[in-house]
C-alpha cells in the first residue's frame, strides 16, 4: 500500500515535522544549545514512535476515523472474503467456492485462499489504482496446490489474477484470472468479516 502514497512528499512532510518538533521543543522549553537539542531529540523520539505505531498497524485506526481515505489512498481489505470462482478449462467449465483471507498492512498485502480441493499461496500481491479512473485493485500472482484430502489430486500451478474493487462497494473485488496449465475464469470475492 505504501507504493500508492507519493513517497517524496510523504518524506518531506516526516521532515516537515521533525523540524517542526525541533523548533516548537526548542521554543516552548526556552532552552539553548544542548539543553534544547536534548529536548528536541526526545520530541523526536516521541514522533518516532507515533510514526511506528501506525506503521504496525495504526493506520486501521486513521482510517476508521478518517473513512473517505479508502478513497483518496486505498481501501482497508482485511478480512474474511467468500470466492466465487467460475473456471474453464479446455472444453470444461464450472463453478467452485472458496474461502480467501486478505491480510493488508501499511507495506504488504496478502491473500491466502483455500477450497474443499486446493489452497493458494501468495507469490505477489500489489495494489495498483488505476491511471485514468483512480480505481482501486490488486494484481494477485499465486501458487496452487491441492490438499491431501483432495479427491482429484491436481499438479502445482501458478496463476495470475486482475482483481478490482468494485465501483458500488469496497466490500466486492471482481476481476479475470489465467495459469500456467492453460485454465482461465472470473473471481468474485465478497467480505464475509473482519479479521
Do not use: C
Not at 516552548?28 to 539543553?35: F, H, I, K
Not at 490488486?138 to 482429484?152: D, E, F, H, M
Not at 495470475?160 to 474493487?165: H, Q
Request: glycine fraction near 8%.
Amino acid at each position: 500500500m505504501i507504493n500508492l502514497l507519493p513517497i517524496t512528499k510523504l518524506i518531506a512532510w516526516v521532515a516537515g515535522l521533525y523540524a517542526g518538533m525541533v523548533v516548537l521543543i526548542s521554543a516552548l522549553v526556552g532552552a539553548s544549545g544542548l539543553a534544547s537539542l536534548e529536548t528536541s531529540l526526545k520530541g523526536v523520539a516521541i514522533l518516532n514512535l507515533v510514526l511506528f505505531g501506525l506503521a504496525i498497524g495504526g493506520w486501521r485506526a486513521v482510517w476508521q476515523w478518517i473513512p473517505k481515505l479508502n478513497d483518496w489512498v486505498f481501501p482497508d481489505l482485511n478480512g474474511k472474503w467468500t470466492v466465487d470462482i467460475h473456471w474453464n478449462w479446455g472444453n470444461k467449465s464450472g463453478e467452485k467456492t472458496a474461502t480467501a483471507f486478505i491480510k493488508q498492512s501499511l507495506l504488504k498485502v496478502s491473500i491466502e485462499l483455500s477450497s474443499d480441493e486446493s489452497e493458494s499461496e501468495t507469490l505477489i500481491v500489489a495494489p495498483h489504482k488505476d491511471a485514468q479512473s483512480s480505481r482501486p485493485g490488486l494484481y494477485y500472482i499465486y501458487r496452487n496446490v491441492s490438499t491431501a484430502g483432495a479427491v482429484k489430486k491436481q499438479d502445482p500451478h501458478i496463476g495470475a489474477a486482475i482483481l478490482k474493487v468494485s465501483q458500488e462497494s469496497h466490500d466486492v473485488l471482481r476481476g479475470n484470472y489465467f495459469t500456467d496449465r492453460s485454465t482461465n475464469g472470473q473471481y468474485t470475492m465478497r467480505r464475509a468479516g473482519e479479521i
